[in-house]
């Protein structure tokens, strides 16, 4: 499995954009397709965004399309996921994961490893 550490989380207004990192160790970033995730309190964790191992392909929730963008830089080892115009429905703890295999890039059951979260707050 693959080591995924997140950063980037935080305090925002309404309106206001964020970009939340995630940085892999452990095996060949390059083989694993990324996604970010989202849990709200008292909700199940919700599919936010994700890649292909080349980064060219990439999906979205329709809450998210043409607000958050994903992508991946294979020299650093490590996935961002851009935020911009965000609401106060977009909080939650934000989760980055990994999966070598093929199939569905939305179940969050499908992904074999896990980072720790980091939390998004948007109010005013």
């Known amino acids: 499995q693959v080591q995924l550490v997140e950063s980037g989380g935080g305090w925002v207004q309404p309106g206001g954009s964020l970009r939340l990192s995630c940085e892999a160790s452990g095996r060949t970033f390059s083989s694993y397709r990324m996604a970010w995730f989202r849990q709200a309190p008292g909700k199940e964790r919700e599919f936010v965004a994700a890649?292909?191992?080349?980064?060219?392909?990439?999906y979205y929730a329709d809450s998210v399309k043409g607000r958050f963008t994903i992508s991946r830089d294979s020299a650093k080892s490590t996935v961002y996921l851009q935020m911009n115009s965000l609401k106060p429905e977009d909080t939650a703890v934000y989760y980055c994961a990994a999966k070598y295999s093929t199939g569905s890039y939305y179940d969050p059951l499908d992904y074999e490893s896990w980072g720790q979260g980091t939390q998004v707050t948007v109010s005013s």
């Open positions: 890649c292909s191992r080349s980064g060219v392909t990439t």
